[in-house]
T-cell receptor, first 113, second 109 residues
Framework: NAGVTQTPKFRVLKTGQSMTLLCAQDMNHEYMYWYRQDPGMGLRLIHYSVGEGTTAKGEVPDGYNVSRLKKQNFLLGLESAAPSQTSVYFC????????????FGDGTRLSIL | GEDVEQSLFLSVREGDSSVINCTYTDSSSTYLYWYKQEPGAGLQLLTYIFSNMDMKQDQRLTVLLNKKDKHLSLRIADTQTGDSAIYFCAEGGNTPLVFGKGTRLSVIA
């Protein structure tokens, strides 16, 4: 089983460019999450989804948009990238309750110049 | 809001036991988790404990939960160099999991 797959694994952007990070899971999980990880800050929740067609804001949602058009996919968009969004982005998924264990992808390392 | 606190660093000698501590604030937490992150990788679920348990043992790992003090610990027996990683504590209640900032465990050969 692939589990949670994130693409791309690495990306360099210029300030003001846009891009979409893709997360795909094959475990039939209802819930999906996007986090960013920065040194000394731990994991911070950006947005999450409790099912197909739903999204909700997390701790640090500004500057990001998400969509969950299909149950297995969760997209994270940066409309106008800023250097402060340089980070490692992790996607995770879980079963039908928020307190269930989350399964993580290997991350996308994003640098914005 | 909910908060999870961990010490940032721990250094131990190979073969010794490691104890990583965590405190949390949400009294409604039903599950508490330990995740391991190796360099360049995502978080891997190590173990978890249900809130009505005091202890859980899984091979070299022992999880202790003091619900009264909202204190969780992870003990790794016979620590090996392969255990060097960042360990995250997380609590699960009525909202998405809340993670601590992680404890970086360094194992000295």
């Amino acid at each position: 089983n692939a589990g949670v797959t994130q693409t791309p694994k690495f990306r360099v952007l210029k300030t003001g460019q846009s891009m979409t990070l893709l997360c795909a899971q094959d475990m039939n999980h209802e819930y999906m999450y996007w986090y960013r990880q920065d040194p000394g800050m731990g994991l911070r929740l950006i947005h999450y989804s409790v099912g197909e067609g739903t999204t909700a804001k997390g701790e640090v949602p500004d500057g990001y948009n998400v969509s969950r058009l299909k149950k297995q996919n969760f997209l994270l968009g940066l409309e106008s990238a800023a250097p402060s969004q340089t980070s490692v982005y992790f996607c995770a998924s879980s079963y039908w309750r928020t307190n269930q264990p989350q399964h993580f992808g290997d991350g996308t390392r994003l640098s914005i110049l | 809001g909910e908060d999870v606190e961990q010490s940032l660093f721990l250094s131990v000698r190979e073969g010794d036991s490691s104890v990583i501590n965590c405190t949390y604030t949400d009294s409604s937490s039903t599950y508490l988790y330990w995740y391991k992150q190796e360099p360049g990788a995502g978080l891997q679920l190590l173990t978890y404990i249900f809130s009505n348990m005091d202890m859980k043992q899984d091979q070299r790992l022992t999880v202790l939960l003091n619900k009264k003090d909202k204190h969780l610990s992870l003990r790794i027996a016979d620590t090996q160099t392969g255990d060097s990683a960042i360990y995250f504590c997380a609590e699960g209640g009525n909202t998405p999991l809340v993670f601590g900032k992680g404890t970086r465990l360094s194992v000295i050969a």
